[in-house]
T-cell receptor, first 115, second 115 residues
Framework: KQEVTQIPAALSVPEGENLVLNCSFT??????LQWFRQDPGKGLTSLLL?????REQTSGRLNASLDKSSGRSTLYIAASQPGDSATYLC??????????????FGQGTTLQVKP | ETGVTQTPRHLVMGMTNKKSLKCEQH?????MYWYKQSAKKPLELMFV???????ENNSVPSRFSPECPNSSHLFLHLHTLQPEDSALYLC??????????????FGPGTRLTVL
């Protein structure tokens, strides 16, 4: 059974710091891995999607890496800003015979960037 | 705006009420999903529809009844709910392509409170 774990559960940093969020998964047979952002009481916004054949993806100040063999992904945020404060979720789909795109989520890392 | 809308955004209902949540996607996707997000728990997939056919029911109690009349609309009919069903209900859509799922786009959610 696929399980996704995110560490740390919460993180508070001063503005300007570079930071790393961690995600691990137990079953390495994944099709891709996604990082999402969720603001309080809101839906999810997709940040980055890494295909299983890729090692990393970049979007602006965000860089996500994927190491399938070790079951790990990291989200690197450069020069953090107060607007980055949110909960960051990673998710992997189960690529079974039904091919449904069923996403398994971690519990998220809640980030607070202080001015 | 992600192209996925949900109504209502907030709902308070008694345990004997019947209500429905509505989701609409304007992205031309062929798959739609219902997720439940309870406090301090990971997002849980409830139902998956591909081309209007239900392909996944993640052991959801029968008091939750999904309906997908076409590929753009998804409903979640609620009846005789329990207080523990209070949660944020998120709808998502994606384009299922051969070989696996694509990025899911989430709506803003319906915050449900069951009294």
């Amino acid at each position: 059974k696929q399980e996704v774990t995110q560490i740390p559960a919460a993180l508070s940093v001063p503005e300007g710091e570079n930071l790393v969020l961690n995600c691990s998964f137990t079953d390495s047979a994944i099709y891709n891995l996604q990082w999402f952002r969720q603001d309080p009481g809101k839906g999810l916004t997709s940040l980055l999607l890494i295909q299983s054949s890729q090692r990393e993806q970049t979007s602006g100040r965000l860089n996500a890496s994927l190491d399938k063999s070790s079951g790990r992904s990291t989200l690197y945020i450069a020069a953090s800003q107060p607007g980055d404060s949110a909960t960051y979720l990673c998710a992997v789909p189960l690529h079974g015979s039904s091919n449904t795109g069923k996403l398994i989520f971690g519990q998220g890392t809640t980030l607070q960037v202080k001015p | 705006e992600t192209g996925v809308t949900q109504t209502p955004r907030h709902l308070v209902m008694g345990m004997t009420n019947k209500k429905s949540l509505k989701c609409e996607q304007h992205l031309g996707h062929n798959a739609m999903y219902w997720y439940k997000q309870s406090a301090k728990k990971p997002l849980e997939l409830m139902f998956v529809y591909n081309f209007k056919e239900q392909t996944e029911n993640n052991s959801v109690p029968s008091r939750f009844s999904p309906e997908c009349p076409n590929s753009s609309h998804l409903f979640l009919h609620l009846h005789t709910l329990q207080p523990e069903d209070s949660a944020l209900y998120l709808c998502a859509s994606s384009q299922e392509v051969s070989g696996g799922p694509d990025t899911q786009y989430f709506g803003p959610g319906t915050r449900l409170t069951v009294l």
